[in-house]
């Protein structure tokens, strides 16, 4: 392993299909958000014609929908690397910190300036991987969510194919209000979860000195050498 200073070391956390498949889903999410709250409220209204030719909103509609895709893309291969791939072990290896009740309340302590940083066998602590879970449940419902709002609209193809296994969703939800009302507040509990994730990922990366952040771009944090 190269040297990082007298102390630590560098160690490979994050490889590169996490790290893309994380911008990627940050980046579709973010202009999900935007293009979300233009089709529930339109706040840019294209010049007024007699010209039937200014269809904002259906651009906006497909824009979102593309997003949607890419999206769901991405959660599906995000999902293929925690299973499959050989650098994303010690994610799934996180589940045994997690199922150690000893690990959560040392990072609790840690948290609260009470207790040096726990050893973890994962990459993720308890506390981390309870809520990347529920972020990534969450996710899950937002796309099936959206998958049932788009085979409305679109009958052919694949809105052809998933139609009858998303009626099927829409009536386990009751109806399509009540899609549309789940839709919107899985969208506002990820608008939550965002500026929660970045703060504990900077408060990890300035309390623990070892690079957290860079890992997510870099794929490397620097860790304190075991004697």
């Not at 909103?57 to 791939?85: C, E, P, S």
């Not at 009740?101 to 840690?110: E, H, L, M």
């Not at 709002?149 to 209000?177: D, I, K, T």
């Not at 965002?194 to 620097?222: C, Q, R, W």
């Amino acid at each position: 392993m190269p040297k990082h200073g007298p102390d630590r070391i560098s160690e490979y956390e994050f490889s590169i299909g996490l790290r893309l498949t994380h911008w990627i889903r940050f980046f579709a999410i973010t202009f999900l958000v935007v293009s979300g709250f233009y089709i529930s409220y339109v706040f840019v209204s294209p010049e007024i014609t007699s010209e039937p030719v200014n269809f904002m909103n259906a651009k906006w509609r497909l824009a979102h929908q593309v997003a949607g895709f890419i999206l769901i893309a991405v959660t599906i291969f995000k999902l293929y690397l925690f299973i499959f791939d050989k650098h994303s072990k010690k994610e799934w290896i996180s589940i045994v910190d997690f199922f150690n009740p000893k690990v959560w309340i040392a990072q609790i302590k840690y948290y609260i300036f009470l207790g040096p940083h726990p050893h973890l066998k994962g990459v993720y602590n308890p506390l981390q991987f309870a809520s990347y879970l529920f972020f990534y449940l969450v996710l899950a419902v937002i796309c099936l969510t959206g998958l049932v709002l788009y085979v409305h609209v679109y009958h052919n193809g694949l809105g052809g194919l998933l139609y009858e296994p998303m009626r099927y969703f829409e009536r386990l939800m009751g109806g399509l209000a009540n899609v549309r009302t789940i839709h919107r507040i899985a969208m506002w509990v990820i608008i939550i979860f965002v500026p929660v994730h970045v703060y504990m990922a900077v408060f990890n990366a300035v309390k623990g000195k070892n690079g957290a952040m860079d890992a997510i771009v870099s794929g490397y944090k620097f860790v304190k050498e075991e004697h």
